[in-house]
Nanobody, 122 residues
Framework: QVQLVESGGGLVQVGGSLSLSCAASGLTVSTHTMGWFRQAPGKEREFVATVTRIGMPYYSDSVKGRFTVSRDNAQNTLYLQMNSLNSDDTALYYC????????????????WGQGTQVTVSS
């Protein structure tokens, strides 16, 4: 049974940083495209960042230069380092896994975590 468990969310001030983790079980992160998505209240779930099966990172324009996605194959864990946070980053952040070589499309991700809340206060 596949499980993705996010952690690391919380409350942070504008300009601050947070680091999210996603511990995977039942699948191997190095053989999947692993992604981060987020959903703010009243909005659709949107792509944030992904690291493909071959280890290439991709970012949405809104987080490029501020967020860094990485994975630790030995720990079977995905990470998202978030810097220079602003109020637009407030959302529930989800970890997801896709069998595709690489994708930024929500529909291509088969497995999802429960999410971790990130709140940025001014």
């Amino acid at each position: 049974q596949v499980q993705l468990v996010e952690s690391g969310g919380g409350l942070v001030q504008v300009g601050g940083s947070l680091s999210l983790s996603c511990a995977a079980s039942g699948l191997t992160v190095s053989t999947h495209t692993m992604g981060w998505f987020r959903q703010a209240p009243g909005k659709e779930r949107e792509f944030v960042a992904t690291v493909t099966r071959i280890g290439m990172p991709y970012y949405s324009d809104s987080v490029k230069g501020r967020f860094t996605v990485s994975r630790d194959n030995a720990q079977n864990t995905l990470y998202l380092q978030m810097n220079s946070l602003n109020s637009d980053d407030t959302a529930l952040y989800y970890c997801a896994a896709s069998p595709m070589i690489g994708s930024t499309m929500r529909r291509d991700y088969q497995h999802w975590g429960q999410g971790t809340q990130v709140t940025v206060s001014s």
